[in-house]
């Protein structure tokens, strides 16, 4: 299993490490509720150095880009960040990801672990069919470190450790700069649906970053958390993750994805099969279910609307903020926009659920 | 943790109260350590037999399910009622107000299948 440069710091800290897509992760430290709720209400610091960077630059790089990207990246000016995706040509999706634009000349692309190489793969293939003079694309996965600080007293934390002016540094920008004294990339984004950070620093400054953070924002309640209140923490706001709302099978316009897919923006991959599936009519859509039952729905459990299998769940939890079982599910269209009653079958029972405008929280 | 001595154990993470013939059972304290925190619990109902072996009941966590399986066999006289309005309490008390359910046993010599609180701790250790 791969390890990430804080696996003894997990250790140290009595984190219980799991599997996570071939990384070796902590999925808890004090416990999942717990750290749910320090992100909510202070906050929390993940390690999350398992996610790729892959650094594409030359003169053709914004073209290449725009290109092979969902989003318009023509709307971006340096030091602005963009969430976009990549599509195959049939308009399902190869991974989900945060765009970076340092320059009009120089890009960072940040992917979910366990597609890096097949990213890489991807783009290098889409790379080498086309006539693109002076484009470089590289994995520099292995050189970062990447530490997100979030929930509502991140800035306080930050603020005495770095230099950058942090309120001028506004949600989905991101500036170099130092913290404790490491020079990194201090981007205002995240996962959880609360204010905060992620930093890029050097793979090896990994651990006195996050020791640094962790000692002072200890005073303001900050706790190292896991990737379990990661994933709570994103269902609650209805984020959809790679391997569950997003895949090759799924279409980003069924995933609630619509508004990173611009299919004005002129031609990219995927676009002619989304045209298409838009002009037949979107067959699914993915909506928020809760439970009015005690429950807890998973991954896969059927979803009945008005007695009738209308689809799946791609992600459930029990929510930590409201504790009722949450779901994301995806449903035919018909339902979706024209269903009544509506259940989860959890272990060969239905449990009743209301449909619900996301985001749950 | 805390395993007290006078319990037996199974190695699905159960523990077992005997009196008389009735017997009261619940999760270790490893077991609900290893679920983390505890959101869902689903109880068999009174009158139902369980079997040996078999699945009872469920419990869940954040991030897992986890079947209960019955120790003994037996008729369910009773169940905790409050656990499935307060799923946390099997965390933060799994030998006392944690308990899950008591059964009637119908078959008394399958309680020297169960493992003393030694046993049950070396077992543990191998995991």
Redesign the interface.
């Known amino acids: 299993m791969k390890k990430t440069p804080l696996n003894a710091a997990h250790r140290q800290l009595n984190a219980?490490m799991v599997d996570f897509g071939g990384w070796e992760m902590p999925?808890?430290y004090s416990?999942?509720?717990?750290e749910h709720q320090a992100v909510r209400t202070t906050a929390g610091l993940f390690d999350v150095s398992h996610m790729g960077e892959i650094d594409v630059s030359g003169s053709s790089a914004q073209e290449f880009l725009q290109y092979v990207t969902t989003n318009d990246l023509t709307r971006l000016t340096n030091g602005k960040i963009q969430y976009t995706a990549l599509c195959y040509g049939h308009g399902g999706v190869v991974d989900d990801l945060t765009l970076y634009r340092f320059t009009a000349e120089h890009f960072m692309l940040c992917v979910n672990a366990a597609n890096i190489a097949k990213d890489l793969d991807w783009l290098q293939s889409l790379a080498s069919s086309g006539n693109y003079a002076d484009l470089r694309i590289t994995n520099d996965s292995d050189n970062y470190g990447l530490l997100a600080l979030q929930g509502p007293q991140a800035q306080t934390i930050l603020a005495p450790l770095t230099p950058v002016h942090l309120d001028e540094l506004t949600y989905y920008h991101c500036s170099p700069g130092t913290v404790a004294g490491i020079d990194l990339l201090i981007s205002r984004t995240g996962y959880t649906g609360e204010d905060g950070f992620e930093l890029y620093c050097p793979a090896d400054a990994t651990t006195a970053l996050w020791q640094a953070l962790l000692e002072t924002g200890k005073p303001h309640g900050l706790i190292p958390c896991g990737l379990?209140a990661r994933?709570?923490l994103r269902l609650e706001k209805g984020y959809a993750l790679y391997g569950h709302e997003i895949s090759a099978d799924i279409l980003p316009l069924e995933a609630r994805l619509g508004w990173i897919t611009k299919l004005a923006k002129g031609n990219f991959v995927g676009r002619a099969a989304l045209l298409k599936a838009r002009e037949l009519g979107i067959p699914r859509q993915l909506i928020g279910l809760k439970l009015t039952v005690?429950?807890?729905p998973?991954q896969g459990c059927p979803v009945l609307c008005d007695g009738r299998a209308v689809g799946f769940v791609t992600s459930g939890?029990?929510s930590?903020t409201l504790?009722q079982?949450i779901a994301l599910a995806l449903v035919d269209t018909q339902a979706a926009t024209s269903g009544h009653s509506w259940q989860i079958e959890i272990?060969q029972s239905a449990k009743d659920a209301e449909k619900i405008t996301l985001p749950f929280v | 943790m805390d395993f007290p001595d006078e319990l037996k154990y199974t190695e699905e993470h159960e523990w077992i109260a005997i009196e008389a013939d009735i017997a009261t059972i619940g999760i270790s304290d490893f077991a609900q350590s290893q679920l983390g925190d505890i959101v869902f619990v689903e109880l068999p109902e009174v009158g139902d037999e369980l079997e040996a072996g078999k699945p009872c009941g469920v419990v869940e966590s954040v991030k897992a399910v986890s079947d209960i399986y019955s120790p003994l066999s037996g008729e369910v006289v009773e169940i905790n009622e409050e656990l499935p309005d307060a799923p946390e309490t099997l965390n933060t008390s799994p030998y006392e107000d944690g308990w899950m359910i008591k059964i009637r046993l119908s078959n008394p010599q399958e309680l020297d299948d169960l493992l003393d609180a030694d046993s049950y701790q070396e077992l543990i250790k191998e995991d």
Do not use: H, L, M
């Open positions: 219980r999925v808890q416990g999942v509720i717990a379990g994933d709570t005690p429950g807890v998973r939890t029990s930590p504790k079982g272990r």
